[in-house]
Structure formats: C-alpha cells, structure tokens
C-alpha cells in the first residue's frame, strides 16, 4: 500500500475525556473560521493568516491557561477571555461564563443567537431555527437535517431501481449511538505485546499509535489528511494535534500532507471543494505512485 486518505478525522476518542483541555483547543480554529464567515471578526488579514494566528494562540496562550485551570490569575483570566471572544465571535462576558471552555453545542446555540439561528455541527455553515432562543443548546443539527433525506431517498431508490432490492429495514445514514449495535472500542496498540504477553487493551478509540506503526514499517508510506474548515464533529486542528503526536522519525513527518477546504465534515457536498479536494488528490495520487517506482 502506498498511500492512506484521511477524511474528517478523528484519531483519539480520550481527548474526550472529563477534565481535559485538548477538546477546547482544537475546537477554537474552528470556532474563528465560522466567526470568519459569519463576519463576527475584526480582522485585516486574510482567512488563513487569521487561522494560523488563532493557531498560534490556541496552542499557546490559550493552553497554558487552560492548563492551570482555577489557579489562573484573574488579569490573565481577563486577557484570555478577550482573545477568545474576538477570534470567536462571542461576547466576552459569555466566554467569562463558560469559564473560556466553549462547548461545540454552546457555540452552535450561542453564535447567531442575535439572529435566532443555530448552526450545524457537521458543517457550521449550515443554519436553522429552534424551538426558542433562550436555550443552552441547539435542538438538533441543521447541517444534518438538510442532507439526511436526500441521502436517504437516493440510496433507497439506488436500491429499488438499480439493484432490484426491496427491504422493509429502517436505512440509517449514521450507526445509532445505542442499542444492541453498540460498538466494540476495546483495542490494542501495535508493539506493546512482548515476553510478558499482550498488554491490556484500551477501551476507547486511539488508532494514531496504529498509523504511525504502519509508517514506521513501511517508510514509503504517504498520508494525506483532507479537512472542512467548518467541520465541528471532526475539527481541522484536532487532526493536525493527533497526527503531530505519533512520534515519527524526522524523515516520515515529511510523508504526511494536509488539504483545506471550505466545507464541513463532508467535504464532497460543496461542489466548489470537491473539485478542489479531486484536484489536489489528483495531484497526490500521482506524486505517491511514481515515489513508489
């Protein structure tokens, strides 16, 4: 194999976790390229200037006083909370409020609540109206909604007219969260067996450690991470945290490449970025395959 795509990625389920900051960095990227386009920012620079910056912070400023948690001097709480609000759009008391921990929901309920709109969390562009405004989170995902049926009518008629297959069985476009489907997560990472025996398996999803294993072994492997500037389930800059984290040798950190998008978590639903995504994988597909002659 010469080469892996990753679309909308998430590679590490404990930085979910309780009591972890990781979740509230890598959202805020995410957060300011919505303000971006909802003109909710002062900026001068253009879009990717202002990301990098916000980049910079979240990474930085916003880490370091995250990681001190209550011990946090009230001036730097103050600073702090400024900066979040004008990358975000926010107001500066509600990022007091929510002790600067912003939420996706929060965020999707809070942003345009002036205008009495939520966002999506697949794609923050899309919008739609809930039951009040007054609400601490939106009551569903506009973003969802808006494609769900259309996905689901085509596949049905791709099964009726194409494949000649008719079924009775509620087609889910996303696995139910619960239920007798109930997934699996238990798993052991590469390399951890040794004379002693396995390890003890993880109970959650951390498949870094296993992409980096198949990089170690097989050094001509390429990586391409494809990401929607927009995407609140899987947000760009959590996946350039977890692919940074895989500790690879100097000479294989080259073999990993990154794509942007103005699109949410399916890239392919904007035209405009899939041509641009088709393009640039295009691009890649040619340069991994004649590397690997």
């Not at 990301?51 to 006083?65: C, H, I, K, M, Q």
């Not at 996905?151 to 009775?168: I, Q």
């Not at 050094?219 to 350039?240: C, H, M, Q, R, W």
Request: charged share 25%; aromatic share 12%.
């Amino acid at each position: 194999m010469n080469g892996v795509v990753l679309l909308s990625t998430i590679l590490n389920y404990y930085e979910l976790a309780p009591g972890l900051n990781e979740s509230y960095i890598g959202n805020l990227p995410t957060y300011a390229a919505t303000a971006w386009y909802y003109d909710k920012v002062q900026q001068k620079t253009s879009e990717k200037e202002f990301l990098d910056e916000v980049r910079a912070f979240a990474r930085g400023e916003y880490a370091d006083a995250l990681a001190q948690g209550h011990n946090l001097p009230p001036a730097k709480f103050d600073a702090i909370a400024a900066k979040v609000a004008a990358y975000t759009g926010l107001s500066v008391e509600y990022v007091k409020e929510a002790n600067l921990r912003i939420a996706p929901a929060r965020f999707r309920k809070e942003l345009a609540r002036d205008r009495a709109l939520i966002l999506g969390r697949y794609d923050t562009r899309f919008e739609g109206t809930d039951v009040d405004s007054a609400g601490e989170n939106p009551g569903y995902d506009p973003s969802s909604t808006g494609i769900t049926g259309a996905f689901v009518a085509a596949f049905r008629d791709y099964l009726d007219r194409e494949l000649k297959y008719t079924s009775a069985l509620t087609y889910y476009p996303s696995a139910p969260s619960s239920g007798p489907q109930d997934w699996d997560h238990s798993h052991h990472l590469p390399g951890q067996g040794g004379a002693g025996g396995q390890a003890a398996p993880l109970h959650e999803i951390y498949v870094g450690a296993d992409l980096a294993d198949a990089m170690r072994k097989n050094p001509a492997l390429k990586v391409y991470s494809a990401n929607g500037l927009f995407d609140l389930a899987t947000p760009f800059f959590k996946t350039e945290i977890d692919l940074a984290q895989m500790n690879l040798d100097k000479k294989l950190v080259g073999n990993i490449e990154f794509g942007y998008y103005p699109a949410g978590h399916m890239v392919y639903l904007n035209v405009e970025a899939l041509k641009q995504m088709k393009n640039d994988l295009d691009s890649w597909y040619d340069r991994v395959l004649s590397r690997s002659k």
